[in-house]
């Protein structure tokens, strides 16, 4: 099912949760599912999928959860922090898949997010009855799902999707970067800024780098 008409807001609400739990069995859980990383020359693509329960939910709209692009990372760790205690007292429940830069090449960037995104939904607990995923296209193999444009600004379950995986794959590439210097991942996360650019043609690719990418 796809929804092609955003509606217009500054923050996230649980309304697009409520609606798809309407038509659920009882128990079934709505999740979202979102991505980071298709753009980058380096790295992997990292995907999320996130439960919450309305506690958690409440309590994640109450400390400004809203589309991670328009947050600091100070505040994305701040969310961070708040989403593993949520999870840790059973009010919601996170899960991380990724696909490496050698799948990506592998499989093209489309079909390494969708592979990395079933990862994600496979690690949820609990019965999902429907995902509600960031876009115009959700992957085969998840099962039931609604795909909702610029979600991260719609759906508090895509948002927390969005601010986890952007969180953990801005921490990876900080660490590749201590093991590749010379890219700038620690700031540019693999991005195609001409710092990178310019690295790139000096020193070429790294075993990270996606070399189906223009550029690499």
Known sequence: MREKQPQSAEFPSFEPERAALAGLKPGE???????????????PVVAAAAWLSEAAAEALA???????KKLSAKRREVLADLLDELC???RADMALGAASAREIDALNIRNATFLAMRRAVSRLRGPIGMALVDGNAAPPGIGPARTLIKGDSRSLSIAAAAVLAKTVRDRAMTQLDERWPGYGWATNAGYPTAAHRAALA?????????RSFGGV
């Open 88 to 90: 840790a007292d059973g």
């Open 62 to 68: 109450t400390a400004g959860l809203r589309d991670s």
């Open 29 to 43: 859980r709505v999740i979202g599912v979102d991505e980071v990383g298709r753009g980058p020359l380096a790295g």
């Open 202 to 210: 000096k020193r070429g690719p790294s075993p990270h780098h996606r």
